[in-house]
């Protein structure tokens, strides 16, 4: 989360900034690539075990999967591409 931390810190100065009229400014560093990347890597695995098979797992790895598909909707969201689009679609004019 250094991204994200590092965005966060820049808020909190950049509010504490203008109350001294000096500026805070982000550097985007190699870090945050690698960050990125990481982030990338473990949504695509994640998706790619969730999408195995169930028929041959015994209760306790299909119960070990529910709990991984909840985690896995609480950290990256539970959007699919159907609801964008319709959200979307209900959003227009």
């Not at 590092?6 to 982000?26: F, N, P």
């Not at 960050?35 to 969730?50: N, Q, T």
């Not at 028929?55 to 964008?84: C, P």
């Amino acid at each position: 989360m250094c991204m994200a931390k590092d965005l966060l810190l820049s808020l909190s100065r950049s509010l504490d900034a203008v109350e001294h009229e000096t500026t805070t400014l982000i550097e985007h560093e190699a870090h945050h690539d690698t960050e990125s990347s990481f982030r990338v890597l473990i949504y695509s695995l994640i998706r790619r075990l969730l999408e195995t098979d169930r028929r041959n797992m015994n209760d306790k790895w299909k119960k070990w999967m529910k709990g991984l598909r909840g985690d896995f909707n609480e950290y990256f969201g539970e959007a699919t591409l159907d609801s964008i689009l319709a959200e979307r679609l209900d959003s227009k004019p």
